[in-house]
């Protein structure tokens, strides 16, 4: 079956499947937000224990998916990689770092005779959820304004900064979109929390902290959205391989790809009717869904605008021929053809998570839940 289609056709397949685990990541880093909203939405340890745990049944789910999303990217654009991690490593640690943490943290958090002290974990859980999500949009940010770097005939790396990816945060544009995943997380944990919990002091505090997020998340977005339409992009000539800057690139995307414009309109729709509808309606509960739903139709068509339309998604100012395109970047068509029979499971892997993610939310967690507990995070 794979193996009828073009190499072009197996490389935008695979660009399709790494940008809908993208996207996923986004939405589930609900976790990451709900982990720095603790200390507003939590006023004594009862309540603090009852959000950890929340999260606690679903942290996993980011944590497989963020693995699987760098697997799929490793496989599938190889060189991306290798330029990335080889280049701007000090951003990576960082984000591993804070995964690390956060992993450390659910398990040793409430263990006896633990030496940092609860506490200090419940710290390590707000980095993780400042760190990784303020990190990741900005990384993702690169993608459109490019990063300093150029690559040798061997494809080996020279990075030009000694901040070693660090320098994309100096970037109001990248920094805005990492502030903008940020504070959507921070809305996602709300809408998660009013959804999961059978708290009304926690469903009330979310619904304040749900309005509190969602003004500084709209003015990052759409200042990074709206200067993000009108800036130069980095363009490709499907012949030549040639690369160079073109006005209003990322606009003549959407301009040229009416399917992807859709999906972002639907994703950006999706995301306000989940808030609004949860801060107008008394006692709504499925906001999550609904935002949940336009965060990856949103995260899924910027994946689009950076990656197709003959468009470099990693792209360099430093030497516009050394700027990564899903052509130059990808793996051998065999590994690509092979690779695609293997993604065939991810139909049945969703459906293990969301199956899993019902059984866990049959019933809300509340107080008396927690009496009964094996493991308390």
Do not use: C
Not at 68 to 95: C, K, M, Q, R
Not at 121 to 141: D, H, P, R
Request: glycine share 6%.
């Amino acid at each position: 079956m794979f193996e009828s289609l073009s190499y072009l056709v197996l490389q935008q397949y695979w660009w399709i499947i790494v940008s809908l685990l993208g996207s996923v990541l986004v939405f589930l880093m609900f976790v990451q937000g709900g982990q720095t909203l603790i200390g507003n939405l939590g006023k004594n340890e009862s309540e603090k224990t009852i959000l950890f745990n929340s999260l606690g049944r679903k942290w996993e789910f980011t944590f497989t998916t963020l693995v699987t999303f760098g697997g799929a990217f490793f496989a599938s654009f190889p060189l991306f990689y290798a330029t990335s991690f080889g280049g701007a490593y000090w951003v990576w640690i960082l984000i591993l770092f804070a995964f690390i943490i956060q992993a450390v943290s659910y398990e040793f958090r409430t263990k006896a005779g633990n030496f940092l002290g609860q506490k200090m974990y419940e710290t390590f859980l707000f980095i993780n959820g400042l760190l990784a999500t303020i990190l990741i949009g900005t990384a993702v940010a690169t993608f459109f304004t490019g990063s300093g770097f150029s690559l040798d005939v061997m494809k080996h790396v020279t990075w030009t900064s000694q901040a070693r990816g660090l320098e994309a945060a100096l970037s109001l544009h990248n920094l805005s979109l990492g502030l903008a995943v940020f504070f959507l997380s921070r809305v996602l944990a709300t809408l998660y929390f009013m959804n999961n919990v059978d708290e009304d002091t926690i469903f009330t505090r979310s619904k304040r902290h749900l309005l509190i997020n969602t003004l500084p998340f709209l003015v990052f977005f759409l200042f990074f959205l709206i200067r993000l339409l009108f800036i130069k992009g980095y363009a490709y000539d499907p012949q030549s391989k040639i690369v160079t800057l073109e006005n209003f690139k990322y606009l003549h995307n959407l301009r040229d790809m009416p399917l992807v414009l859709t999906l972002l309109l639907l994703g950006v729709i999706g995301v306000l009717y989940g808030i609004a509808i949860s801060l107008l309606k008394n006692k709504y509960t499925k906001g999550i869904w609904f935002t949940g739903a336009g965060t990856i139709l949103t995260v899924l068509s910027l994946f689009m605008i950076a990656g197709f339309n003959h468009t470099a998604f990693y792209p360099s100012s430093f030497d516009l021929q050394s700027s990564l395109t899903i052509e130059n970047s990808s793996s051998s068509r065999f590994t690509l053809t092979t690779m695609s029979y293997v993604s065939l499971l991810v139909p049945f892997v969703i459906a293990y998570i969301w199956y899993a993610w019902r059984a866990m939310n049959k019933v809300k967690i509340s107080r008396d839940d927690l009496k009964t507990e094996d493991h308390l995070y």
